[in-house]
């Protein structure tokens, strides 16, 4: 199982529209199958577990984990409209549970269930950050840095991830509706930022 889990993933090689077929293909016990899920979708998770948790060597394990449980249910899974929300709820829910396993009593979920650290969607995340003046970004990482968490996260799922709404709210465990408020208010909050701040540097 563990030759199944190879790390030699290849971003990029897998087009999601194929996912469907491929996780029929894993439930029906194909394990290459399972082996080019778990290629393209490694890095995502992998990016994503660090936001939650700052050990990178917990994170490798969960989602080793996830997929070895993917593996052993295979037979017993339905069909998903997502399997990287799939993965992703998964690989969420395991890193909450081992970190209160650990003692880590400050992690709830109800209230808003990350580690606390400056790494968590940093600027550095967000595509809308990559393309600006030295200024600029400047201006958006302090921006960023200033809207809620769970509006930041949201931002970070949207952008960086690329979900849709409906596996944003499948992951964060909220309506689509609000998946996509969050979204919206978190870039009007970062729009606002902006422009005042820029209109203070050219006054």
């Not at 009593?105 to 030295?134: C, H, K, M, N, T």
């Not at 960086?160 to 964060?172: F, G, K, P, V």
Request: charged share 30%; proline share 4%; hydrophobic share 40%.
């Amino acid at each position: 199982m563990k030759k199944v889990l190879s790390k030699r993933w290849v971003r990029g090689s897998l087009d999601r529209s194929h996912e469907s077929e491929l996780w029929r293909k894993m439930q029906g016990g194909d394990p290459e199958a399972l082996e080019l899920i778990f290629k393209w979708h490694y890095p995502y998770l992998y990016d994503y577990g660090l936001k939650i948790s700052r050990k990178p060597e917990l994170v490798k394990d969960c989602i080793q984990d996830v997929f070895v449980h993917l593996w052993e249910r295979r037979g017993r899974l339905s069909q998903v409209v997502s399997v990287r929300a799939y993965l992703m709820v998964s690989l969420r829910r395991l890193l909450f549970k081992k970190l209160q396993r650990a003692g880590l009593s400050e992690v709830r979920e109800d209230v808003y269930p990350w580690e606390p650290f400056d790494g968590s969607f940093s600027p550095e995340d967000f595509l809308i950050y990559q393309e600006r003046q030295a200024e600029e970004r400047r201006i958006i990482r302090e921006g960023i840095l200033k809207i809620p968490p769970k509006l930041r996260e949201a931002l970070y799922l949207r952008t960086y991830q690329e979900l849709s709404y409906s596996e944003i709210a499948h992951i964060m465990d909220i309506s689509p509706q609000v998946a996509r408020n969050y979204v919206s208010q978190a870039f009007g909050r970062l729009r606002l930022w902006v422009v005042e701040k820029l209109r203070q540097v050219h006054l």
